[in-house]
């Protein structure tokens, strides 16, 4: 089994950062991919980044610049820093992790999502 926590949402103002956090724990193989996605409001759930477990990243156009995804395989925790965060960037982050197992299984595990809200 594998747990997702999140944290790190919030309130910003247009321009501002937020970092979001994402841990996971359980039973954890090599193949993997963490990362985010997110849901703007009345859309649908849109990739934004992610990374591998041999630390290729992936940004979604729209971020590209802005956002940076990194990972501390220690803690087994992703972020995501989001810089001059704009209007559009608001949205329910959810972060996620996919895994191959040792069978040659594919599974994908998502957090509780969080909050990100852009003032202007």
């Known amino acids: 089994q594998v747990e997702l926590v999140e944290s790190g949402g919030g309130l910003v103002q247009a321009g501002g950062s937020l970092r979001l956090s994402c841990a996971v724990s359980?039973?954890?193989?090599?193949?993997?991919?963490m990362g985010w996605y997110r849901q703007p409001p009345g859309k649908q759930r849109e990739l934004v980044a992610n990374?591998?477990?041999?630390?290729?990243?992936n940004l979604a156009e729209p971020v590209m610049g802005r956002f940076t995804i990194s990972r501390d395989y220690a803690k087994d925790t992703v972020y995501l820093q989001m810089n001059n965060l704009k209007l559009e960037d608001a949205g329910i982050y959810y972060c996620?992790?996919?895994?191959?197992?040792?069978?040659?299984?594919?599974?994908?595990?998502w957090g509780q999502g969080t909050q990100v809200t852009v003032s202007s």
């Open positions: 996620y992790f996919r895994q191959v197992d040792r069978d040659w299984r594919d599974h994908t595990y």
């Open positions: 990374i591998t477990g041999g630390g290729v990243t």
């Open positions: 359980g039973t954890i193989f090599s193949i993997n991919t």
